[in-house]
């Protein structure tokens, strides 16, 4: 942060050179008898302190995308949140590990939404207790998220699986609506 602070006060000062010019500033120090340079130079050294200026503006800015991608905002997660909750509703899923249930489904569809919003190292989904409650959080955040899922089977039936002796079985699918509420499961 202070780095971005030290450019724009750098900047501020630039444009300071830049707008009420060298002339002013060089000669209210110098006596009038000294020799003044001429025009010419005058206008390259406004020009240039206000291209400085500019260079130490981008920069500032730059230095505070970069501070903003490497840590999450509470509103990033949460709208990161909600759209992985929609995203479990579009299409019927099938039951994942009894141990994970949907929280890798969730982690990566909550790294897809928030993508370019923070790191996605910094997401995690953890479930919370035996059900389909997931608590949601991300580094720099501050605060978590809770998911309830619930699931329905789902009225287009499952995956058929042929069998090798020539029978076939279903792997059930499943409706999942998700919400998401504020503060740890």
Same mark, same amino acid.
């Given at each position: 942060?202070?780095?971005?602070?030290?450019?724009?006060?750098? !900047?501020?000062?630039?444009?300071?050179?830049?707008?009420?010019?060298?002339?002013?500033? /060089? +000669?209210?120090?110098?006596?009038? $008898?000294? &020799?003044?340079?001429?025009?010419?130079?005058?206008?390259?050294?406004?020009? !240039?302190?206000?291209?400085?200026?500019?260079?130490?503006?981008?920069?500032?800015?730059?230095?505070? $995308?970069?501070?903003? @991608?490497?840590? +999450?905002?509470?509103?990033?997660?949460?709208?990161? %949140?909600?759209?992985? %909750?929609?995203?479990? %509703?579009?299409?019927?899923? =099938?039951?994942?590990?009894?141990?994970? #249930? /949907?929280?890798?489904?969730?982690?990566?569809?909550?790294?897809?939404?928030?993508?370019?919003?923070?790191?996605?190292? &910094?997401?995690?989904?953890?479930?919370?207790?035996?059900?389909?409650?997931?608590?949601?959080?991300? #580094?720099?955040?501050?605060? %978590?998220?809770?998911?309830?899922? =619930?699931?329905? @089977?789902?009225?287009?039936?499952?995956?058929?699986?042929?069998?090798?002796?020539?029978?076939?079985?279903?792997?059930?699918? /499943?409706?999942?609506?998700? =919400?998401?509420?504020?503060?740890?499961?």
């Amino acid at each position: 942060m202070g780095v971005v602070v030290f450019s724009f006060v750098t !900047a501020a000062a630039f444009l300071v050179v830049a707008l009420v010019g060298p002339y002013r500033l /060089y +000669w209210r120090a110098r006596p009038q $008898a000294a &020799r003044q340079p001429s025009d010419g130079p005058l206008a390259f050294g406004r020009v !240039a302190a206000f291209g400085v200026a500019v260079v130490f503006v981008f920069g500032g800015c730059s230095a505070q $995308a970069a501070i903003d @991608k490497g840590s +999450w905002s509470a509103s990033e997660v949460r709208e990161a %949140a909600e759209s992985a %909750a929609e995203s479990l %509703a579009a299409e019927p899923q =099938t039951r994942r590990d009894p141990s994970d #249930g /949907y929280a890798s489904l969730i982690e990566a569809d909550v790294t897809r939404a928030g993508e370019g919003q923070g790191p996605s190292y &910094r997401i995690s989904v953890e479930r919370a207790g035996g059900g389909h409650d997931y608590e949601i959080s991300a #580094g720099g955040a501050g605060t %978590a998220f809770c998911m309830h899922v =619930t699931e329905e @089977k789902s009225a287009q039936g499952g995956i058929f699986v042929p069998g090798a002796d020539g029978s076939s079985s279903s792997i059930p699918e /499943y409706d999942l609506t998700a =919400t998401v509420d504020d503060g740890a499961c």
